[in-house]
């Protein structure tokens, strides 16, 4: 059973920074993809961020150019760092770790960020 735990959430200014990492109990590299995701109170869960075992990454339209997903094969670690930071992106932050081949998905635990305006 892998183990995914996040941290680095925490209350921030708007315009202020945080990174969030996420340790694995495994080697990330065996999975098809990791990612972010985020929800916020009665919204639906939605993606931030993903990270392909090919090197390819993505991002929700709405934290392009102020979010960066990165991950540390070696320390098994997925990393977000969220520059920029508004209001609006105050949420329970998930980290994601996609197996593929009709596995389920782990899922971590979240960890709340909060902007203040």
């Known amino acids: 059973q892998v183990q995914l735990v996040e941290s680095g959430g925490g209350l921030v200014q708007a315009g202020g920074s945080l990174r969030l990492s996420c340790a694995a109990s495994?080697?990330?590299?065996?999975?098809?993809?990791m990612a972010w995701y985020r929800q916020a109170p009665g919204k639906q869960r939605e993606l931030v961020a993903r990270?392909?075992?090919?090197?390819?990454?993505t991002y929700a339209d709405s934290v392009k150019g102020r979010f960066t997903i990165s991950r540390d094969n070696a320390e098994n670690t997925l990393y977000l760092q969220m520059n920029s930071l508004k209001p609006e992106d105050t949420a329970v932050f998930y980290c994601?770790?996609?197996?593929?081949?009709?596995?389920?998905?782990?899922w971590g635990q979240g960890t709340q960020v909060t902007v203040a305006s």
């Open positions: 990270f392909t075992s090919g090197g390819d990454i």
């Open positions: 994601n770790a996609e197996m593929g081949a009709g596995w389920p998905d782990y």
């Open positions: 495994a080697y990330i590299f065996i999975f098809r993809a």
